[in-house]
């Protein structure tokens, strides 16, 4: 899937209908900034030459509220500039989301895109680290937590080349365990935590659940090209001290289920994230 956004003019798009309701808008692109299709008639601010929503966020929103489909309250670690808050927010119009994020570019643009969507009544980002012990002390537990990591400890890659995009590649603000630590802590109980990594990094995220006492119960894969090994694990996890201490073992956890391509090996469009993509308001793409 190109790392470029759906168009947003129009009720529709190549045949595609539009679902779910049509923001006030009110707020427009500064330069170097662009506004565009998310869900549906949603749409988000991003830099034009800056950190961009992605399939990473696409499979983390879909993945958390389809496993945890009723959550009241969502929190989203790390949440750069909104997409997977958003996306959540589209799917589950009940729920209040709370977000936060260390940039403060990025913060600006999710506040834009949530005041544009007319979602300020529900989604509340917060400008911190989630490493904080005492982040959302005055908020309560989350049903459903969210994360997007970054892949790479520093050193491992080269940055990118715009500053907004490193901490979103490299762990400068803290690694999938720092998230797996915070969603342990700010769970309810019974919540779901979901995130994605690398399925070349398997173990290490595996490991990052467990030793915050979370147990993986659902695991997909996505492959990005038909024939090509490399792609994305994505997980939804719960604490093991709120399951039987057997289920483990009876469940056979995780469940790994049947692996997502996103592109054959021509590049078109596989039908399995044509479908994820139709669940969360973005045009399927075939």
Same mark, same amino acid.
């Given at each position: 899937?190109?790392? &470029? #956004? ?5 009720? #529709? ?9 049509? =923001? ?15 869900? !549906? ?11 961009? +929503? ?15 489909? &009723? ?7 790390? #949440? ?8 959540? /927010?589209?799917?589950?119009? !009940? ?11 990025? +913060?600006?643009?999710?506040?834009? %895109? ?5 979602? %300020? ?20 537990? +989350? ?17 990118? %080349?715009? #500053? ?7 762990? *400068?603000r803290g690694s999938i365990a720092d998230y797996a630590l915070a969603a342990a802590r700010l769970?309810?109980?019974? !919540? ?38 490399? !792609? ?8 093991? /001290?709120?399951?039987?201490?057997? +289920? ?20 078109? *469009? ?9 669940? *969360?308001?973005?045009? =399927?793409?075939?």
């Amino acid at each position: 899937m190109p790392r &470029r #956004s759906a168009p947003a003019d129009g009720p #529709s798009f190549k045949g595609w209908t539009r679902p779910g309701p049509i =923001p006030p808008g009110g707020v427009a692109p500064e330069p170097g900034e662009t506004l565009d299709g998310i869900c !549906g008639h949603w749409r988000i601010f991003q830099l034009a030459k800056g950190n961009r +929503f992605s399939v990473d966020d696409l499979v983390t929103a879909w993945y958390g509220t389809t496993w945890c489909p &009723r959550p009241g309250r969502i929190a989203d670690l790390g #949440s750069g500039i909104g997409s997977v808050a958003l996306m959540a /927010a589209w799917r589950c119009p !009940g729920a209040e989301i709370h977000t936060v994020e260390a940039q403060a570019q990025s +913060f600006r643009l999710a506040e834009k %895109s949530i005041r544009y969507n007319g979602q %300020s009544q529900r989604i509340f980002p917060r400008l911190g680290d989630l490493r904080d012990p005492d982040l959302w002390a005055d908020q309560g537990p +989350f049903d459903l937590v969210l994360g997007t990591p970054p892949y790479w400890p520093e050193g491992r890659r080269l940055p990118a %080349s715009h #500053s907004q995009s490193v901490p979103a590649r490299l762990e *400068v603000r803290g690694s999938i365990a720092d998230y797996a630590l915070a969603a342990a802590r700010l769970l309810a109980p019974g !919540g779901l935590f979901a995130c994605v990594f690398p399925n070349d990094q398997r173990d290490r995220a595996l490991a990052a659940l467990r030793g915050a006492g979370l147990l993986s119960l659902h695991r997909r894969e996505c492959i990005f090209k038909e024939g090509e090994p490399y !792609g994305l694990d994505v997980f939804a996890a719960a604490r093991q /001290a709120d399951l039987p201490g057997d +289920f483990e073992s009876r469940a056979q956890c995780p469940e790994v289920e049947a692996p997502i391509r996103i592109r054959r090996a021509d590049g078109s *469009v596989d039908p399995g994230i044509a479908w994820i993509r139709l669940a *969360v308001g973005f045009p =399927p793409g075939i």
